[in-house]
């Protein structure tokens, strides 16, 4: 059986670091390791305007933004195959096909739905007037499980890398998978979830310090933010509130600093920068003792970020190109690329 993975993120805004550790990364290093067959990097518009259906503009300007952070990270258009889910009519078709094969109950039992309902302040039973919270949870955003399972059979994926977050929802697609096997005959490829490798990765917490970094929450650090942009927001970060003075004693579990350097420090980032200390161990335990500042870690933070972006220096040429190459290229219509054919005559009636 082919080796297949396809992944994607929904074009709301830009893409943040939250989706550089949690997916982007490991897609990279995916595609460059000659592993899999194929690799399919979908711009989820569609489940986009499930809760956006109010603005398709701010959806249709976003799929050019997350589509220039693809590129500016090192995903490669001549290895992977980036396309548009509103290109491919045939995965709403079979969305609708699947909606038969779940329940209500099913869909409400669903974690992840629950969280996103509830982060995204939809309520059946607002009041009147109540401006905290939306009317109404739309029948496309309560449905978006059967949706994602769509987009990941319709290509026959083998895996999907994606947040721990989103585990729930390949269980719900693997359920599909049975369901509709059992039903028709072995037809669809059940498949398996991909994990970040560095438990630092799982789930990147907010410069606020909030469990999710999220646009909505204003507590994203973007991969389109300028080296200025990056040290502001790295210096307004949350870190041990009762660490008040220098020489406090400091706590490292739950502080977003700290969290940070777990995620993207590496060795001779201490010789470079910091060379009073051989490694983040020695630096935790000072923190511990007391007698280190949020500052000085947090100068070190920026100074890894920063190296991490000249690493990859080409990233700003890259999206600048893509920008212009983008913009010339809009009006040429391209075909949409569509799933493989076996798909398209095992669930025709």
Same mark, same amino acid.
């Given at each position: ?186 037809? @669809?490829? =059940?498949?398996?979830? &991909?994990?970040?490798?560095? %438990?630092?990765?799982? /789930?990147?917490?907010?410069? +606020?310090? !909030? ?62 920068? @910091?060379? =009073?200390?051989?490694? &983040?161990?020695?630096?935790? %335990?000072?923190?511990? /003792?007391?007698?280190?500042? +949020?500052? !000085? ?53």
């Amino acid at each position: 059986m082919a080796k297949i993975i396809l992944t994607g993120d929904r074009p709301t805004g830009r893409l943040h670091l939250g989706h550089f550790v949690g997916s982007l990364r490991r897609r990279v290093e995916l595609q460059n390791s000659g592993e899999f067959d194929e690799i399919f990097i979908m711009i989820a518009d569609a489940q986009a305007l499930t809760d956006n259906a109010d603005n398709p503009e701010k959806v249709r300007q976003n799929i050019i933004e997350v589509a220039l952070d693809y590129l500016s990270v090192g995903l490669d258009p001549a290895k992977s195959t980036l396309f548009i889910q509103s290109q491919v009519a045939e995965l709403c078709e079979l969305a609708f096909y699947y909606m038969n094969l779940v329940t209500v109950q099913r869909l409400q039992r669903n974690p992840t739905v629950k969280a996103e309902i509830a982060l995204r302040g939809f309520a059946e039973g607002a009041a009147e007037g109540d401006t905290t919270q939306r009317q109404g949870i739309p029948v496309g955003f309560f449905t978006y499980p059967i949706s994602q399972a769509s987009d990941i059979t319709a290509f026959r994926a083998t895996t999907v890398p994606v947040g721990e977050d989103q585990e729930p929802m390949i269980e719900q697609t693997r359920e599909i998978v049975h369901k509709f096997n059992a039903v028709y005959g072995e037809t @669809l490829v =059940e498949p398996e979830i &991909l994990l970040p490798e560095n %438990a630092a990765c799982m /789930r990147l917490p907010g410069t +606020d310090g !909030k469990a999710k970094m999220s646009k909505s929450l204003n507590n994203c650090i973007y991969l389109s933010d300028t080296a200025e942009e990056v040290k502001k927001k790295v210096m307004g970060m949350y870190t041990d509130p009762d660490h008040l003075r220098v020489e406090d004693p400091g706590k490292v579990e739950g502080n977003t600093v700290f969290t940070y350097l777990d995620a993207f420090s590496r060795p001779e980032h201490f010789s470079k920068y @910091l060379p =009073e200390y051989a490694s &983040l161990d020695e630096l935790k %335990a000072h923190y511990r /003792r007391g007698g280190l500042g +949020d500052v !000085k870690v947090k100068r070190l933070l920026i100074s890894t970020r920063c190296s991490t972006r000249s690493a990859n220096a080409a990233a700003t040429t890259r999206r600048a190109s893509a920008r212009c190459t983008t913009s010339s290229a809009k009006a040429r219509p391209r075909p949409a690329q569509r799933p493989p054919k076996p798909w398209r005559t095992s669930v025709r009636p």
